[in-house]
């Protein structure tokens, strides 16, 4: 039987434990991201979300700057931009480049 939600949080609170999160952190590099979209002809997040394949809340939060971009977002912009293109829009927080794993995994 799958735990749920409840049942995984009781059973971290009795270990005294807490879910940890990804060691890895990007940051979207905003002035790349909207010259992107200019590129492209997006006028709207809602335009630039349908070709990534995101919600526009996500791609509004990416350009207001309350929000990092998580695995998801990586790879959508891999997906439809490459690598090379990847580097320019995310800072991996190493000197400026993407973590070599979250180059493997797009």
């Known amino acids: 039987m799958k735990a749920t939600k409840a049942t995984r949080s009781a059973r971290n609170?009795?270990?005294?434990t807490?879910?940890?999160?990804?060691?890895?952190?990007a940051k979207l590099r905003i002035d790349n991201f909207?010259?992107?979209?200019?590129?492209?002809?997006?006028?709207?997040n809602?335009?630039?979300?349908?070709f990534l394949g995101l919600g526009e809340g996500t791609v509004s939060r990416l350009r207001t700057g309350k929000g990092d971009p998580g695995i998801a977002v990586v790879l959508a912009l891999?997906?439809?931009f490459g690598y090379a293109k990847l580097a320019?829009?995310?800072?991996?927080?190493?000197?400026?480049?993407?973590?070599?794993e979250m180059r493997a995994a797009a």
């Open 88 to 100: 320019e829009l995310i800072d991996g927080g190493n000197g400026g480049t993407v973590d070599p």
């Open 34 to 44: 909207d010259a992107e979209m200019k590129r492209l002809g997006f006028t709207s």
């Open 46 to 50: 809602l335009e630039m979300a349908h």
């Open 78 to 80: 891999a997906k439809r």
């Open 18 to 25: 807490r879910p940890t999160r990804s060691g890895h952190t």
């Open 13 to 16: 609170r009795k270990l005294g």
